[in-house]
């Protein structure tokens, strides 16, 4: 007998967390938005950006004395201490998760710390299969970018500096996700249209084209 009092059953679809990794100049912003946008439009949720380098400006721009230490460091080039970085990432999630949201980590983690901190802070949240998209670009090709870009702080020392300083600190942790029963790490070639990257991230994360 057909039980007209049932409730129909209904699937929500469940959040979904991505980290974007990859070098200066690899055109990481640009496959970040396009990825945001087709996330949103599939899930029907929105999304927490969690844009590291945003964070630190916004610390700038707030004219405090964490803010001028800050400065400082942007302005040589140097990495922000780790507690500092994970600190702004807590706290942004701590005030604006409610579990049905998004993520989306853009340029993060930088160092072997915050990788570690990341998975752990993913799990706490209640969301252990994670993806890692590896936008994959050699130095030559980044540099060549990067130059051209012609902005104010691409000077060849500096750009030297952020591609050593990716080669030293960040693949190491693209191998601790490799090894990381958490997450999925997908290495994507970045050195092709724009069109054909987003097409081979979409492809890698969601099984479809």
């Known amino acids: ?49 969690v844009e590291t380098g945003s964070f630190l400006r916004n610390l700038v721009k707030g004219n405090t004395y964490t803010g001028e230490l800050t400065k400082k460091i942007i302005e040589t080039g140097d990495l922000m201490p780790e507690s500092i970085v994970i600190g702004l990432w807590v706290s942004y999630l701590i005030n604006n998760y409610t579990g049905k949201e998004n993520f989306i980590f853009d340029g993060a983690p930088r160092r072997l710390a915050e990788a570690e901190l990341l998975d752990g802070a993913l799990n706490f949240f209640g969301i252990p299969d994670y993806k890692v998209v590896y936008i994959n670009t050699s130095v030559k090709w980044c540099t060549d970018r990067l130059t051209a870009r012609g902005r104010k702080d691409d000077t060849q020392e500096g750009i030297n500096k952020r591609m050593e300083w990716f080669d030293r600190d960040v693949l190491p942790c693209i191998k601790y996700f490799s090894t990381d029963k958490n997450c999925q790490v ?20 969601f099984g479809q084209k």
């Open 1 to 49: 007998m057909l039980n007209i009092f049932k409730k129909e059953e209904t699937t929500n679809p469940s959040p979904t967390a991505c980290v974007f990794i990859g070098r200066s100049g690899c055109g990481k912003g640009t496959q970040v938005e396009l990825f945001k946008k087709e996330l949103e439009k599939r899930t029907g949720m929105t999304t927490l950006h």
């Open 186 to 205: 997908f290495d994507i070639n970045g050195e092709q249209t724009i069109e054909k990257v987003h097409a081979d991230i979409m492809e890698k994360v």
